[in-house]
């Protein structure tokens, strides 16, 4: 059974960083696609960044683009979310989430994490 672990999260004030981690189970999460996404308070979970299985393709949601990098080290198992310049409206839960095959177009797949909470706030 695949595992998915995040952390990372935490309390950051407005314009400050915090690097997500998303840790797999087994070789195999290393073949596959990985994304992060996020939900507010009352709202859906929405993608937020995706790579394929081997970091070559990357993409992002509009409000990450240029504030947030996704990366890989499958030496690790481990996905990364780096965000800067956090802003209040990236107060959510943020799941990792493996895809069906190496291609991100297989994201969502059926393997969730727990989730880590992150709150940007003064």
């Known amino acids: 059974q695949v595992q998915l672990v995040e952390s990372g999260g935490g309390l950051a004030q407005p314009g400050g960083s915090l690097t997500l981690a998303c840790v797999g189970s087994g070789s195999i999460f290393n073949f596959k696609a990985v994304g992060w996404y996020r939900q507010g308070r009352g709202k859906e979970r929405d993608v937020v960044a995706r790579?394929?299985?081997?970091?070559?393709?990357?993409n992002y949601a509009d409000s990450a683009l240029g504030r947030f990098t996704i990366s890989r080290n499958n030496a690790e198992n481990t996905v990364y979310l780096q965000m800067n310049n956090l802003q209040p409206e990236d107060t959510a839960i943020y799941y990792c989430?493996?895809?069906?095959?190496?291609?991100?177009?297989?994201?969502?797949?059926?393997?969730w994490g727990h989730g880590t909470r992150v709150t940007v706030s003064s």
């Open positions: 790579i394929s299985h081997n970091g070559g393709f990357t």
């Open positions: 989430n493996r895809g069906r095959d190496s291609y991100i177009s297989s994201l969502p797949g059926d393997a």
